[in-house]
């Protein structure tokens, strides 16, 4: 079955203590990113990759960062979490476009991240 | 920055009613148009896309409607049911090279029976 993965579901963490958010899908995607979704703002492109050792940052890049050093994962790694990053966390994949299929990109099922 | 720009925020709708959401857009050079479908607890999921070049596109009981010179477009869900409340997401994506889509803020439905 198709699927993007993340972890943890769910996380309460404190201001300042680092921590990672992992992505994982079994597509052979090449196309990965970081969305977080906030009431009324939709979802924003945090950072992407378009393959393994080459990221970009997205709209709302501060205060993460990103790694790819394998296709299928792509973690998201806070430093040192502020409240303000308290957030519905989205990992996503596709397939490059011009690489056939209908480029869909497909989402994990989120991660709940409270920064206290 | 906002430039993709959706309404309502939320729509009530009686089963069996036609839910429309709308959509308006500002970057020309955007190229394809997904409406994605999320239920409490999961992530988006793609409903239905359209290309420019075609002015609707049709997938059983969920419609696109696009308007080019506008740069407008639509969801029209007819028949509305019970399990088709959700928050609907319209997005856009150019060709830049990134892959990136452009969200809207979102339209929660909710069927009534």
């Known amino acids: 079955e198709a699927q993007v993965t993340q972890n943890p579901r769910y996380l309460i963490t404190v201001t300042g203590k680092k921590l990672t958010v992992t992505c994982s899908q079994n597509m052979n995607h090449e196309y990965m990113s970081w969305y977080r979704q906030d009431p009324g703002l939709g979802l924003r492109q945090i950072y992407y990759s378009m393959n393994v050792e080459v990221t970009d940052k997205g709209d709302v890049p501060e205060g993460y960062k990103v790694s790819r050093k394998e296709k299928r994962n792509f973690p998201l790694i806070l430093e040192s979490p502020s409240p303000n990053q308290t957030s519905l966390y989205f990992c996503?994949?596709?397939?490059?476009?011009?690489?056939?299929?209908?480029?869909?990109?497909?989402f994990g099922e989120g991660s709940w991240l409270t920064v206290v | 920055q906002q430039q993709v720009k959706q309404s309502p925020q939320s729509l009530i709708v009686q089963k069996g009613g036609i839910s429309i959401i709308n959509c308006a857009y500002e970057?020309?050079?955007?190229?394809?148009f997904p409406w994605y479908q999320q239920f409490p607890g999961k992530g988006p999921a793609l409903l239905i896309a359209i290309r420019p070049d075609v002015s609707e596109k049709k997938e059983g009981r969920f419609t696109i409607s696009f308007n080019k010179s506008a740069k407008q477009f639509s969801l029209h869900i007819m028949d509305s049911q019970p399990g088709d409340s959700a928050t609907y997401f319209c997005a856009a994506k150019g060709n830049f090279g990134n892959e990136k889509l452009t969200f809207g803020t979102g339209t929660r439905l909710t069927i009534i029976p």
């Open positions: 970057n020309t050079a955007f190229d394809y």
């Open positions: 996503a994949s596709s397939l490059r476009r011009g690489q056939g299929g209908r480029n869909t990109i497909y």
